[in-house]
DNA sequence: GACATGCTACTCGGATAGAAACTGTCCGAGTTATTGCGG
DNA sequence: CCGCAATAACTCGGACAGTTTCTATCCGAGTAGCATGTC
């Protein structure tokens, strides 16, 4: 029950993703993206080609191609982040052991009458509530408040190192 | 982000020693707990095994032995049970990236700072929370309300099988 | 008949293989900017 | 000087290994009950 390292570099892309695109309008490349913080190219672009399968990024191919976001970080909340990395699974998934019991019914659903199962997936639902609940606009806007000086930054650094 | 099997294993397992201890005064052994939903012994007690050191079930070696609930199940939350199993890692782990960025500040523990960690350890904690505030006492009771039958049939078959 | 004693059967516990998922890497298809050539 | 075409460089995308975690199994240490022999 650990979540793939990919959910937080896609994260952090994303809003480095925001800034680039506020202030020069093209993307950027995985190279320079992994590049930030000194993340394997090749498997941070694996994660961001799953952002493009689930309709959050867009990729284009050739020279000054890259990703750029598919939508504006308001639309886009951190569930649909993590879902398009970890798939659609819950973490407890229900396999029925009841139905291996004695006294089972072959017709029954265990995965919602279950007693057990209907806890677990009560806390799945929690946790991903909270995450539906916020997006990524949100989380700039508190990275703002905290270090405000960051989008600049971010900017001049993906200025720079493309000369 | 899959939560190990057992977990699903140990909680039907619990509720059964409750129903079992409530008829006769002893506990029950790995062999026959499995058997009761066709699971691997071995594996099975494995997990068990995680259970007693987490001090939420008693072990006892040889005939007669096996294993006893080590308190009441309305004093055992769903949260000890998952915890025992899978440890007290959070599903996401913020491993610093940012640390790796320009303009890091070395002195900075950006496991609190970091928004994005900040937002994902809320839903970390949302689950934990919702886990927490539910005991095998709850499930045992919703079990009850929906088949009230399910004591003495778990107990029969626990009485059926010794001979 | 009662008791001590050796034995047998049974249990957990940790150490040992096998499978699956995650992590990381590599090369090919496609695209765009560039550069050289011809008009 | 302008337009066109071939080229070269760059990008994503999916196919291919390495590593960790989960799943499953096996055998040994220890214990409780039982059978046996003795008093």
Chains 1, 2 share one sequence.
């Not at 699974?89 to 659903?109: K, M, S, V």
């Not at 009458?113 to 997936?121: I, R």
């Not at 806390?123 to 000086?149: K, N, Q």
Request: net charge neutral; glycine share 8%; charged share 25%.
């Amino acid at each position: 029950m650990k979540l793939n390292a990919g959910v937080e570099w896609v994260l952090h892309t994303c809003l480095n993703l925001g800034w680039i695109e506020e202030d020069t309008r093209e993307g950027a490349s995985t190279a320079r993206l992994a590049a930030f913080y000194h993340l394997p190219p090749a498997y941070l672009g694996k994660q961001l080609q799953a952002l493009v399968r689930a309709g959050i990024l867009t990729s284009t191919s050739g020279p000054r191609g890259g990703f750029r976001l598919a939508r504006r970080l308001e639309d886009i909340s951190v569930l649909d982040v993590v879902t398009a990395i970890e798939g659609r699974t819950n973490a407890f998934e229900c396999t029925q052991i009841l139905h291996d019991g004695p006294g089972a019914n072959p017709a029954t659903d265990y995965r919602t009458v279950c007693a057990v199962s209907q806890t677990m997936s009560r806390a799945d639902l929690a946790w991903r509530r909270e995450l539906a609940s916020e997006t990524l606009a949100d989380i700039r806007d508190r990275v703002l408040t905290f270090s405000p000086g960051a989008p600049r930054q971010t900017r001049a650094w993906f200025e720079n190192t493309r000369a």
